[in-house]
């Protein structure tokens, strides 16, 4: 027992950060960071310089093997620590060149914006060489300390992040092999375009002017949404220095702060979804790398890798490059290149710091004429009563013809880029006489926008409902918009429950005794996506099975693979429509339909169907990749599987069973009337160190849909750690 209790803290307890007394660090002036009671610091420091020092130095504290692990993961390195088993996910990373990526855009950074991230690696290296032989236990698990971290390695974080919101090359396959396989109007049909759907700018964020607000000041409310992480995605923090004020959440290994407020303007930030991808289908020798282009015969480059794998032979990796990029996959005999706006040679900036200080509209939108990517809706709300939306980052000029939803055929040279679309030719919207500003991952981009678009948008649900809750009253206090944050109805599954339901009346069979439980579950169901109810469950899989069904019609053999984000404004669409040459009986496809699914849903939770439980079907865990693998013990260190409310279609976005959980990763509502009464709330805590009283703290108030006070003017401090210059 003695042995375990030191070896607890030796490894575990040890590393936990100091948070009171005195340290001496290398600044230019005294500092200090204030602990409130989740474990957010607050930092006031004498110049931005260190407080960027700082903010790396607390990040360290907290997340310092998220960072590791972030940036290994994008540099493709991670074998190299935790064994073969990092190998396929190391190959990926390098194929897409991401280590070359981020050493070519330290090379071309802009030296304010290098002093910007060396500030913080300074920081980050000060903790790393400060706490020697008491690092994370992770470092320890794993037998190896961390190499100083260096300022591509911020490049690398939000290179990860880049590639993390912009992945769409591989729906692009799934569409050209159901098309290959298939009906091609039928297929069409199956991946709505951009001109159908709604055309509004885009993903879960909002802000409403002073008239609909009860105080007459702006309201703005945030709550981006990620695949679940332990720790969480999002760092809460407060940086204060001369001519900077800023307090929200930032990313581990990215200095500043990306989504939050200062004293004058408060941002929300999402993703676009625009298509910033395309795959080109090569006419390559994998042995010479000669490929054809434009009746020309061209030569790609080799590049040549080494993985080093830990307790295995280290193994070579060779990518070619093309002019299009590299060629990042070979399918069914063919090669595919991938161009990407994240490897376009540019210079790159970082503009985050100039946001955290902006004062008013005019300074915020040339701040974000400086950013790169990913491709973001930006929302925006101010003191002075102005609200407005922009889009922002790098997003590529095609050819009419050329949508990018498919791959092209690269040896004929007719789908190549054409620069980038204007940073003032982005939409963006300043002061609607709406009074409200919503966005939900939708197409920002009017029908008849000068360029062409392409892009994963989203399905319109979610931000239908946003605008119909707004509209629904005035007066709205800042607590009430964590009612909207957290609403689950689903017009999409309502509108497929009221579909069963008639199929079943105008059928009027009642030899499916089966049938008749769940139909009248779904009569009386109103829309909730909740968890302790039956008519949830029954509907999804109902949906599952008729997505299935119209795409095996679209293209045989399709129905396990087809689930794009727009699936079902096309089955809401073909049901409505019912064309004649899809389905003889639309009601007896619904019926079908709902007795596979009833089958399906007995193997999962019995015959008892008044007892199924969505919440159940819907759980998530979100495992400690590390220390959650210790023996006995590890399963301690996750969270769940707990049951969650919510679905892809409703403004709680769940994404549910059978794919990766992804779900709000940040709550935000600020209120400008006061900004201490504004709100946030991370998923799981602040830090990453597993016996942290701030491990998983904030996880009951995140589930529960409660959120916390974002403290700014006022701060309750619970540990104060003064930082000398030395």
């Known amino acids: 027992m003695i042995a375990i209790l030191g070896a607890t803290y030796q490894f575990v307890l040890r590393p936990l950060p100091e948070t009171s007394g005195r340290i ?4 230019g002036g005294r500092a200090t960071i204030v602990r409130d009671s989740l474990g957010v610091p607050h930092i006031t420091a004498a110049s931005w310089q260190d407080a960027l020092f700082l903010q790396g130095y607390v990040m360290a504290q907290d997340r310092l093997w998220q960072m590791e692990a972030m940036r290994r993961l994008a540099a493709g390195e991670l074998a ?3 064994g073969p088993r990092g190998i396929e996910s190391d190959q990926e990373s390098r194929r897409l060149r991401l280590s070359r990526l981020a050493d070519s855009q330290e090379r071309t950074l802009a030296p304010t914006d290098r002093a910007i991230l060396a500030a913080y690696a300074r920081g980050v290296n000060f903790f790393i060489d400060s706490h020697r032989g008491r690092l994370p236990v992770e470092f320890t698990l794993l037998n190896y300390d961390p190499r100083p971290w260096r ?4 490049i690398l974080a939000a290179l990860q992040m880049h590639r993390t919101l912009t992945s769409s090359w591989r729906p692009e396959l799934l569409k050209l092999h159901m098309l290959e396989r298939g009906d091609r109007a039928k297929v069409e049909f199956l991946f709505p375009s951009q001109s159908e759907a709604e055309a509004h700018a885009g993903s879960n964020a909002w802000a409403i002017s002073g008239s609909l607000s009860a105080t007459g000041k702006p309201i703005l409310a945030s709550d981006p949404h990620l695949e679940f992480a332990l720790p969480a995605t999002w760092y809460m923090l407060h940086l204060r220095a001369p001519d900077l004020d800023v307090t929200g959440v930032t990313l581990p290994g990215i200095p500043g702060v990306v989504i939050g407020h200062n004293r004058r303007i408060a941002w929300g930030v999402t993703n676009l979804e625009f298509d910033v991808q395309d795959l080109y289908r090569e006419q390559f020798d994998p042995q010479s790398g000669r490929y054809a282009f434009q009746g020309q015969t061209e030569q790609a480059r080799l590049e040549r890798d080494v993985i080093a794998v830990k307790g295995a032979r280290p193994m070579e990796f060779g990518t070619w490059v093309t002019r299009h990029g590299p060629i990042v996959l070979s399918d069914e005999g063919k090669s595919y290149s991938m161009r990407w706006t994240a490897a376009e040679e540019a210079t790159l900036e970082f503009p985050f710091l100039d946001i955290d200080r ?3 509209w005019q300074e915020f939108t040339a701040a974000l004429a400086r950013f790169p990517g990913p491709a973001q809706s930006f929302v925006y709300a101010d003191v002075d009563g102005n609200i407005g939306y922009q889009t922002a980052g790098h997003l590529p000029i095609r050819g009419k013809n050329c949508g990018g939803d498919i791959p092209s055929d690269g040896a004929a040279g007719e789908c190549e880029w054409a620069g980038r679309i204007p940073f003032d030719e982005l939409p963006r919207v300043f002061n609607p006489a709406s009074g409200a500003v919503v966005t939900a991952n939708q197409n920002p ?46 017009a999409f599954s309502d509108f497929l429950a009221r579909q069963v339901v008639a199929a079943w009346d105008a059928r009027k069979d009642r030899s499916n005794l089966a049938a008749r439980d769940p139909v009248e579950l779904l009569r009386g169901w109103n829309g909730q996506m909740e968890t302790g109810a039956a008519a949830p469950m029954v509907i999804t899989l109902v949906f599952d099975q008729l997505r299935k069904a119209v795409a095996e019609r679209a293209s045989p053999g399709s129905g396990e693979i087809y689930n794009p984000a727009m699936a079902p404004v096309a089955i809401e669409r073909l049901l409505r429509e019912r064309p004649g040459n899809w389905f003889a009986d639309y009601d007896e496809l619904l019926l079908e339909c709902l007795r596979q699914a009833i089958g399906e849903g007995e193997k999962i939770q019995g015959s008892k169907i008044s007892r199924w439980d969505y919440g159940q079907y819907n759980s998530l865990r979100i495992p400690n990749t590390v220390v959650g693998s210790l023996p006995l013990i590890g399963r301690y260190f996750d969270v769940g599987p707990i049951r969650m409310s919510g679905s892809p279609t409703t403004v709680k976005q769940m994404t549910g069973r059978g794919r990766p959980p992804l779900g709000p990763s940040m709550r935000m509502i600020v209120d400008f009337s006061d900004l201490d009464r504004s709100f946030q709330n991370i ?15 904030q996880w ?16 309750d401090a619970k540990n104060t750690l003064v930082v000398e210059p030395e």
């Open 683 to 697: 998923t799981i805590g602040e830090s990453g160190q597993p016996l942290s009283s701030h491990y998983n703290d």
């Open 700 to 715: 009951d108030a995140y589930y529960n849909g409660r959120s916390l006070r974002m403290q700014f003017q006022k701060v």
């Open 445 to 490: 981009f009017p029908a008849d926008y000068r360029y062409p678009v392409h892009g994963n948008f989203a399905p319109p649900y979610r931000s239908r409902q946003i605008q119909a809750r707004l509209a629904s009253r005035t007066k709205w206090q800042t607590q009430d918009m964590l009612a909207v944050e957290k609403d689950v109805y689903s």
């Open 24 to 27: 001496g660090a290398p600044l």
């Open 80 to 82: 190299e620590v935790i």
């Open 358 to 360: 902006a004062r008013n």
């Open 151 to 154: 300022v591509r390695d911020s």
